[in-house]
């Protein structure tokens, strides 16, 4: 069993930044895939990030070069930078794990999410 706990959401200008965490518990965290998720309203949830147990990353179009998704194995932590944020950026946040794979494998354990809010 993985629980997973985000962190740093928030209100912000467009242009600006934040960092999202997530902290996990449970055995076996640096053998798991750990992602992020976002759901706005009347919106699908979609995967903007993820980074594979052995360090691999990948990222929706949308975000890349914007976004960074990173790890701490020893802390049992994930982190999402987002830098140069847009008002379509807003969404409910989620922190996911897959058991294995690649960075976009089928998530697992799914986090409560966390609100990031970019204004115009």
């Known amino acids: 069993q993985v629980q997973l706990a985000e962190s740093g959401g928030g209100l912000v200008q467009a242009g600006g930044s934040l960092t999202l965490s997530c902290a996990a518990s449970?055995?076996?965290?640096?053998?798991?895939?750990m992602q992020w998720y976002r759901q706005a309203p009347g919106n699908q949830r979609e995967l903007v990030a993820g980074i594979s147990s052995g360090g691999s990353t990948g990222y929706r179009d949308s975000v890349k070069g914007r976004f960074t998704i990173s790890r701490d194995n020893a802390k049992n932590m994930v982190y999402l930078q987002m830098n140069s944020l847009k008002p379509e950026d807003t969404a409910v946040y989620y922190c996911?794990?897959?058991?294995?794979?690649?960075?976009?494998?089928?998530?697992?354990?799914w986090g409560q999410g966390t609100q990031v809010t970019v204004s115009s």
């Open positions: 449970g055995r076996s965290f640096s053998m798991n895939t």
């Open positions: 996911a794990a897959a058991l294995r794979g690649s960075w976009s494998a089928p998530y697992v354990y």
